[in-house]
T-cell receptor
Framework: SAVISQKPSRDICQRGTSLTIQCQVD?????MFWYRQQPGQSLTLIAT?????????ESGFVIDKFPISRPNLTFSTLTVSNMSPEDSSIYLC??????????FGPGTRLTVT | QKEVEQDPGPLSVPEGAIVSLNCTYS??????FMWYRQYSRKGPELLMY????GNKEDGRFTAQVDKSSKYISLFIRDSQPSDSATYLC?????????????FGTGTRLLVSP
């Protein structure tokens, strides 16, 4: 498995501001993933972050809105920029181990007012 | 149409009951099928995964995949109040390197003592 921590665990932000979410994993991994879990909706992949290269974004998600950094093999950040109430969601990072197994962090609960 | 459909529930059962949780999907390219358990305000926890069709058993949990019907199930025997959580199915295809997980919306399970 993997031990993953996220900071902050929750936040309340005003519209138009930005929030950076941190994800730390207990040992080195090649790929890290960022998901969004909106109320009543399924977990949706935002982007894949590979150390040393640009993140790969899924359809409907753009780098200007969700810039991602991956400075080393145990850490990544996701920024939610110019927030609106529609960005209120739980944001989760995950890592892949054992080929297929993907493990998730505890999530960051974001409320935008 | 969503790629993965899952009844949101809630599904309420008495302690000791056999629980059946199900998902249907539309993309025949999916090859790995996962089940996650998510407690309130926690990240998803990987329970088990299955490759292609067939059954897999792990303790009180049994996962089944019927690719011909595009239907997967998770059975929980002798259900316990501690099993009360939201259960998410997820699946992945080789076209994404088995990295992108596509989730159902989750079924909320309530096991009463």
């Amino acid at each position: 498995s993997a031990v993953i921590s996220q900071k902050p665990s929750r936040d309340i932000c005003q519209r138009g501001t930005s929030l950076t979410i941190q994800c730390q994993v207990d040992s080195q991994v090649t790929m890290m993933f960022w998901y969004r879990q909106q109320p009543g909706q399924s977990l949706t992949l935002i982007a894949t972050a590979n150390q040393g290269s640009e993140a790969t974004y899924e359809s409907g998600f753009v780098i200007d809105k969700f810039p991602i950094s991956r400075p080393n093999l145990t850490f990544s950040t996701l920024t939610v920029s110019n927030m609106s109430p529609e960005d209120s969601s739980i944001y989760l990072c995950s890592v892949q181990r054992g080929g297929i197994e993907q493990y998730f962090g505890p999530g960051t609960r974001l409320t935008v007012t | 149409q969503k790629e993965v459909e899952q009844d949101p529930g809630p599904l309420s059962v008495p302690e000791g009951a056999i629980v059946s949780l199900n998902c249907t999907y539309s993309n025949s390219a999916f090859q790995y099928f996962m089940w996650y358990r998510q407690y309130s305000r926690k990240g998803p926890e990987l329970l088990m995964y299955t490759y292609s069709s067939g059954n897999k058993e792990d303790g009180r949990f049994t996962a089944q995949v019927d690719k011909s019907s595009k239907y997967i199930s998770l059975f929980i025997r002798d259900s316990q109040p501690s099993d009360s959580a939201t259960y998410l199915c997820a699946m992945t295809a080789p076209s994404t390197g088995f990295q992108k997980l596509v989730f159902g919306t989750g079924t909320r399970l309530l096991v009463s003592p």
